[in-house]
């Protein structure tokens, strides 16, 4: 961890998800599923020492993706996440 007690971190990645669920309209209630779909993830945030191997970590993520579904068109989430982790250094 080094001798500082705070220190930035950033992160970023690609990913690929699945959406299931189910479809409600009047009268009809179908399970639905995606084809899979792609997207991406970046966050940032401190690491904060709080002992000889350990850190809070807290950050925010902010993600988007794309997921096509085979009747029903695409659906495009997209998320903020605010977090708070402990990391424990071996």
Same mark, same amino acid.
Request: hydrophobic letters at 35%.
């Given at each position: 961890? *080094? ?17 299931? *669920?189910? /479809?409600?309209? &009047?009268?009809?209630?179908? *399970? ?10 970046? @966050?940032? @945030?401190?690491?904060? $020492?709080? @002992?000889? $191997?350990?850190?809070?970590?807290? *950050?925010? $993520? ?7 579904? &085979?009747?029903?068109? $695409?659906?495009?989430?997209?998320? /903020?996440?605010?977090? /708070?982790?402990?990391?424990? @250094?071996?």
């Amino acid at each position: 961890m *080094g001798r500082h007690r705070i220190r930035p971190w950033l992160q970023g990645g690609f990913h690929n998800h699945r959406v299931e *669920g189910r /479809l409600v309209r &009047p009268h009809e209630v179908r *399970g639905v599923a995606s084809d899979g779909g792609g997207g991406f993830e970046v @966050g940032g @945030g401190l690491l904060l $020492r709080v @002992g000889e $191997r350990m850190s809070l970590s807290p *950050g925010v $993520r902010y993600g988007e993706g794309n997921v096509p579904f &085979p009747h029903e068109g $695409r659906m495009r989430p997209r998320y /903020l996440v605010a977090d /708070l982790g402990l990391v424990v @250094g071996f």
